[in-house]
């Protein structure tokens, strides 16, 4: 079933809806403060009369020096951003090293099909963690849609799947890099390890050849990190512009607004009429996806060096507010079922509300006061 990569990839752009985030060019001087409390008194006045009490007049921008931006940056890169893909290819080589120790008779069931099937969910978690960085060699190159081909509102992946094993039993890694985005990665696996309640010969050539690409493809990205960290981030523009800044900060924004989109609303049918599917849609761990989504928001908006750089005029209570709304959906999300699919509307309702809640305080309180901007292109409507 080896799909035409032009083909491919337009069917990849139709169906995951790819979200291009357009930042402002960073300009060659620092983002005057008036221009930033600007940035939020546009975006209250266009809010509904709803929001008006979240809406704040005025926004002092902190002073951040070269030298503070080059010294968190460096930080970003290197316990943030390079942990999380590393995180990714560690958790997809264990995947590899357990399919090839149970498929070795060629067909797994019962504990040894659970525990490939509670790898996976790491392995999920762990890309879902990796997936904040929404700039550099992932999305350059389009490798987040062979990672993870969502969302896949046609339904593509379960016959491509399907098909692909039934044409190709014995499929090799080499074979699997060379097929379409829709047969590959995290979303493949989960079809292959969840879709029966056993792996014959071919389905275990297939989980071994996934999870082998897949290593591949994340220690690709993780080494060009490593080696490129410094271009990635204009670490070494800091004197010049906030070209870092607006980068790492928008892809944070557009995770939120992402999952709130693609992950809770259009398939939940919240504001309108309901397309595509959960995360982790047949594993029915939809969940675990989201809180580690969450999790990895917490980890980087709570961080005790941006804590500090956003309370340097001692005026703000933004790392407060952040923090509140934080908890607050991720206290929500511990009482929601595994599928959260089964939970009651109000309580999706709720969530979505809480995920709107850290958008707008993101776009009108963090950012402003970081004196940077929102990128051009939002798929939050706030």
């Known amino acids: 079933m080896k799909i035409n990569h032009a083909l491919a990839m337009t069917l990849s752009a139709l169906s995951a809806g790819l979200l291009i985030s357009c930042v402002k060019p960073a300009d060659e001087n620092k983002t005057p403060e008036t221009d930033s409390q600007k940035v939020v008194q546009d975006s209250a006045t266009t ?48 995947m590899h090293k357990l399919a090839q120790k149970h498929c070795q008779s060629g067909a797994v069931s019962g504990d040894e099909l659970q525990a490939l099937r509670d790898q996976w969910l790491v392995l999920a978690q762990a890309w879902a963690r990796a997936e904040m960085i929404n700039f550099g060699p992932a999305t350059a190159s389009m490798s987040n849609l062979y990672i993870n081909y969502y969302p896949d509102e046609r339904g593509l992946v379960h016959s491509g799947v399907a098909d692909l ?21 995290v979303p493949g696996l989960e079809e292959a390890l969840y879709a029966n309640e056993s792996l014959d010969a071919g389905q275990c050539a297939y989980v071994i050849s996934a999870s082998h690409a897949l290593s591949t493809r994340l220690q690709d990205i993780e080494n060009h990190w490593q080696e490129n960290a410094t ?43 309901a397309k595509g599917h959960l995360p982790a849609a047949t594993a029915g761990q939809s969940r675990a996806i989201i809180n580690a989504k969450l999790a990895t928001l917490n980890e ?13 005029n001692n005026e703000n209570e933004v790392a407060d507010n952040l923090s509140t709304a ?52 939002s798929t939050d409507g706030d």
């Open 165 to 185: 094993i039934a044409a190709n039993p014995n499929l090799s890694a080499e074979q699997l890099a060379n097929e379409s985005a829709i047969v590959q990665g």
């Open 47 to 94: 809010s509904s009369v709803n929001d008006k009490n979240n809406s704040i007049e005025k926004i002092a921008a902190v002073d951040i020096s070269a030298e503070t931006e080059k010294t968190y940056l460096t930080h970003v890169a290197n316990d943030i951003v390079i942990p999380a893909y590393a995180d990714a290819v560690e958790q997809s080589e264990l």
């Open 231 to 273: 271009e990635l981030l204009a670490i070494d523009k800091t004197a010049d512009s906030d070209q870092g800044l607006n980068q790492w900060f928008n892809s944070l924004l557009s995770l939120v607004e992402t999952m709130k989109s693609n992950a809770i609303d259009q398939p939940l049918g919240l504001t309108g009429k």
């Open 300 to 312: 980087a908006l709570t961080d005790p060096v941006l804590t500090a750089i956003l309370g340097s």
């Open 326 to 377: 934080l908890a607050d959906a991720t206290t929500l999300l511990a009482q929601m079922p595994e599928d959260l699919a089964t939970a009651d509307k109000a309580v999706q309702q709720e969530l979505y509300d809480h995920l709107t809640t850290i958008t707008r305080i993101m776009k009108r309180q963090m950012i402003p006061t970081l004196g940077i901007r929102v990128g051009f292109n």
